[in-house]
Nanobody, 124 residues
Framework: QVQLVESGGGLVQAGGSLKLSCAAS????????MGWFRQAPGKAREFVAS????????WYTDSVKGRFTISSDNAKNTVYLQMNNLKFEDTAVYYC?????????????????WGQGTQVTVSS
């Protein structure tokens, strides 16, 4: 089992920045990738960004490219999401996820463990 705990969410004005953290514990050596997803009220959960833990390859959804950066500190079993130039439409609950299988890295179904989520609210 892998446990994931997110932190760093909050309220920020449009144009501002936040940095989310996700700390993993448990069988972390079974993880091969971690990702961030988000879910706004009334909408489906959507992919935001992901990173492989071996080669640090990254993927981003188009709407956050150039604004968000995903990174990992493998020694701390922690993944980060630096969010800059935040927009009102970035408002959502952000979830961290960990993958242990070889499954699509940009799809929620490809991940095996999930955190409880952290709220990000961007005021316009």
């Amino acid at each position: 089992q892998v446990q994931l705990v997110e932190s760093g969410g909050g309220l920020v004005q449009a144009g501002g920045s936040l940095k989310l953290s996700c700390a993993a514990s448990g069988r972390t050596n079974s993880m091969n990738a971690m990702g961030w997803f988000r879910q706004a009220p009334g909408k489906a959960r959507e992919f935001v960004a992901s990173i492989t833990l071996s080669g640090s390859s990254t993927w981003y959804t188009d709407s956050v490219k150039g604004r968000f950066t995903i990174s990992s500190d493998n020694a701390k079993n922690t993944v980060y999401l630096q969010m800059n130039n935040l927009k009102f439409e970035d408002t959502a609950v952000y979830y961290c996820a960990a993958r242990i299988r070889t499954t699509p890295i940009t799809r929620a179904g490809g991940y095996d463990y999930w955190g409880q989520g952290t709220q990000v609210t961007v005021s316009s």
